[in-house]
T-cell receptor
Framework: EAGVVQSPRYKIIEKKQPVAFWCNPI?????LYWYLQNLGQGPELLIR????????DSQLPKDRFSAERLKGVDSTLKIQPAELGDSAVYLC?????????????FGPGTRLLVL | GQNIDQPTEMTATEGAIVQINCTYQ??????LFWYQQHAGEAPTFLSY??LDGLEEKGRFSSFLSRSKGYSYLLLKELQMKDSASYLC??????????WGAGTKLIIKP
């Protein structure tokens, strides 16, 4: 069974440019998470989806970040415009259902460098 | 506020045993997870505890004390491939994972 797929794996952009990340969760997983992880830190939740509904986006900087999961399967996270401080690893994770203590499975992440 | 505390870094010797501690303070509690993360890779699931006591899984064991807000991950017969960061994460009343910063474990020959 395929795991969580993310692309691209690496991205280098100049500040003020837009960037987008894509995630395809494990088949059958209804809950999808986007995290940001800085070096030496734990993941920080940006947004959580239950199917196509964003049920927790309280930590998403909505002035520059947006996300969508139109058909309740794959998802896109966008930053526009990117800032130097956005350099980090962006992790996508999925689980069977968010209302229980379900294990989250992570994709390989996208490593973003903003110059 | 919600908080997870774990040591920043630990060093151990190949073949030995190491215990990584984690204390947590959350709004409600629905269990505690341990994840392993090798450098440059995604976190991978190791264990989940929701009841007090010790759960053993091969060379790795995880312990939970809900009354003390405390957990530990025990790694036995350490191998060089165990060099990684170990992340403790507690599930709060909203089923949101609160993550620690991770403990970087360095294994020496």
């Amino acid at each position: 069974e395929a795991g969580v797929v993310q692309s691209p794996r690496y991205k280098i952009i100049e500040k003020k440019q837009p960037v987008a990340f894509w995630c395809n969760p494990i088949s059958g997983h209804n809950t999808l998470y986007w995290y940001l992880q800085n070096l030496g830190q734990g993941p920080e939740l940006l947004i959580r989806y239950e199917n196509e509904e964003a049920v927790d986006d309280s930590q998403l900087p909505k002035d520059r970040f947006s996300a969508e999961r139109l058909k309740g399967v794959d998802s896109t996270l966008k930053i526009q415009p990117a800032e130097l401080g956005d350099s980090a690893v962006y992790l996508c994770a999925s689980s069977l259902g968010g209302g229980e203590a379900e294990t989250q499975y992570f994709g390989p992440g996208t490593r973003l460098l903003v110059l | 506020g919600q908080n997870i505390d774990q040591p920043t870094e630990m060093t151990a010797t190949e073949g030995a045993i190491v215990q990584i501690n984690c204390t947590y303070q959350t709004s409600g509690f629905n269990g505690l997870f341990w994840y392993q993360q090798h450098a440059g890779e995604a976190p991978t699931f190791l264990s989940y505890n929701v009841l007090d006591g010790l759960e053993e899984k091969g060379r790795f064991s995880s312990f939970l004390s809900r009354s003390k807000g405390y957990s530990y991950l025990l790694l036995k017969e350490l191998q060089m491939k165990d060099s990684a960061s170990y992340l403790c994460a507690a599930l709060d009343s909203n089923y949101q994972l609160i993550w620690g910063a991770g403990t970087k474990l360095i294994i020496k020959p």
